[in-house]
C-alpha cells in the first residue's frame, strides 16, 4: 500500500526536539523530509549519550530524513532556500518569532513563491502576546500553564516531570495534526496556510478536567488532593513490602470491590473514612512483597500494575509480542539500535524496517543537484 503521505516533500528548519519529533512521524508516514543544518548541525547531534562518534538522540530523532547543510545568513544559500520551497509542501519551523522574517523565510516571502505552501511555527508562547519573544524550556512552560504545580511532593514541592510534556504533547502533536488537516484543506481549496503552533497554549488541553472543576464550581485543583493527583485512595502508588510499588487505580466502583475483596478487606467498601481506608490499604499492601501481589491481581479486572524501570519495561512480553521495538535505526557508521516507537499505525509504514539517520550534510548535493538542475554530485 502506498504510504498516506507519500510524495509530500518536508522543508525542516526545526532542531532538538518538538520539530524534530514531529517531521519524523511525517517521515515514518512516507514524508520526504529535508533537514536543514548550519554548518555545525542541529544542536542535539552534541547531545550524550553517544553512538559511536553520534548523538543517540539525534539518531533516533532524525531516522529516514535528509540531511542538507546550508548558511541561511548567506545570500547565496538563501537563495538556495527559495529554490526548494517552489517544490515543497511543508515548512516546519522553529525560530522564535521574527528570526524567519529577518532571514527572509517568513511566510508571507515563501507562500508568494509557493501559495500551496503549509507553513508550521512550533513556538513556545505563539507568534504574537505579551511573552512571545521569552526565552524557555519545558520546565518553564508546565510552571506557567499550572501544570507544575499540580504534582508535588509530599512538602508541597514541585517535582520536575520525567517526560518533556510540553514539547511532545503540546508542540510536537498539535503540529502533526493541524499539518495534516492543513494537508486535508488544501486538497479542497488548493491553498496553504501559516500554522501557529504555540506550546504553553497546548498544555491547557491536557488539563480539562481541572479547567472544568475550575470554571464550573470554583474548586480550582491542588496538588495531592484530587482524584487524579493523589487525592482518592482509588488512584494511588502504594509501597510494598520489598520497597517496591504498585500503581492501583481501581476507581470504578466494580473494580474498587474486587480489589478489596482480594487484598482481603472487603468491609472497606462501606467505609466512609476515606483516611482510615487509605491507611489499611497502605498497611496491607505493604506486608506483602511485589510477587505476591502480581499473583493476586493476576487475571482480575482491578487496574493494578507494578510499577517498572524502563529497562524492564522494554523486556515486557506484550510490548514484544506487538513487535514495538521490531524496527531498527543506523547512524551512519552502520551500527543500528531499535527506532523510536511513533504513533503511526503499522499500515501507513514502509516495510523497510532498517532505516539510517543521515550524516551531517550527507544529502546537501544530491538535494541541491536534483532542485537546481545544477548537479553538484
Given amino acids: 500500500m502506498t504510504q498516506p503521505l507519500a510524495g509530500i516533500k518536508v522543508l525542516d528548519f526545526s532542531t532538538l526536539l518538538p520539530g524534530p519529533m514531529c517531521t519524523l512521524i511525517l517521515a515514518e508516514a512516507g514524508a520526504d523530509v529535508i533537514k536543514l543544518e ?3 548541525g542541529d544542536e542535539m547531534r552534541s547531545y550524550a549519550p553517544r553512538f559511536d562518534d553520534e548523538s543517540v538522540n539525534f539518531v533516533l530523532l532524525n531516522r529516514g530524513k535528509r540531511s542538507v547543510c546550508l548558511d541561511l545568513k548567506a545570500q547565496a544559500d538563501r537563495e538556495q532556500v527559495l529554490e526548494l520551497v517552489k517544490d515543497v509542501d511543508v515548512v516546519v ?4 518569532p521574527g528570526v524567519m522574517q529577518r532571514l ?7 507562500s508568494a513563491i509557493n501559495p500551496r505552501l503549509i507553513y508550521c511555527s512550533i513556538t513556545t508562547y505563539g507568534q504574537n502576546g505579551p511573552k512571545a519573544l521569552r526565552a524557555a524550556h519545558d520546565l518553564n512552560f508546565q510552571a506557567e500553564t499550572g501544570m507544575l504545580a499540580l504534582s508535588a511532593d509530599a512538602s508541597g514541592a514541585p517535582i520536575v516531570p520525567p517526560t518533556l510534556t510540553g514539547d511532545l504533547a503540546a508542540g510536537t502533536y498539535p503540529a502533526v495534526v493541524n499539518i495534516l488537516l492543513a494537508l ?4 479542497t481549496d488548493g491553498k496553504g496556510q501559516h500554522l501557529d503552533i504555540s506550546m504553553t497554549d497546548n498544555l491547557f488541553t491536557l488539563m480539562y478536567w481541572g479547567l472544568g472543576n475550575g470554571w464550573s464550581q470554583g474548586l480550582w485543583p491542588q496538588p495531592g488532593k484530587e482524584l487524579v493527583t493523589g487525592g482518592s485512595v482509588r488512584y494511588a502508588i502504594y509501597k510494598t513490602s520489598d520497597a517496591r510499588y504498585l500503581s492501583a487505580a481501581p476507581l470504578e466502583e466494580r473494580f474498587w470491590n474486587t480489589f478489596l475483596t482480594l487484598i482481603g478487606a472487603p468491609e472497606l467498601a462501606q467505609e466512609q473514612d476515606e483516611v482510615h481506608v487509605r491507611a489499611e490499604v497502605t498497611r496491607i499492601i505493604a506486608s506483602q512483597p511485589v510477587s505476591h501481589w502480581n499473583q493476586v491481581f493476576e487475571g482480575h479486572d482491578v487496574c493494578v500494575s507494578e510499577v517498572v524501570n524502563l529497562a524492564q519495561a522494554v523486556q515486557d512480553p506484550h510490548f514484544k509480542a506487538r513487535g514495538l521495538f521490531d524496527r531498527e535505526v543506523m547512524n551512519s557508521h552502520g551500527r543500528r539500535m531499535p527506532a523510536l516507537p511513533v504513533p503511526v499505525c ?18 546537501t548535493n544530491e538535494v541541491l543537484g536534483i ?7
Fill in 371 to 377: 532542485t537546481t538542475g545544477d548537479n553538484k554530485q
Fill in 184 to 187: 486535508r484543506q488544501r486538497d
Fill in 346 to 363: 503499522t499500515s501507513f509504514r514502509s516495510a523497510e524496517t532498517r532505516v539510517a539517520a543521515p550524516a551531517l550534510g550527507e544529502h
Fill in 104 to 110: 527572509g523565510l517568513d511566510y508571507d516571502t515563501l
Fill in 93 to 96: 519551523e522553529q525560530f522564535r
Fill in 38 to 40: 548550519r554548518a555545525s
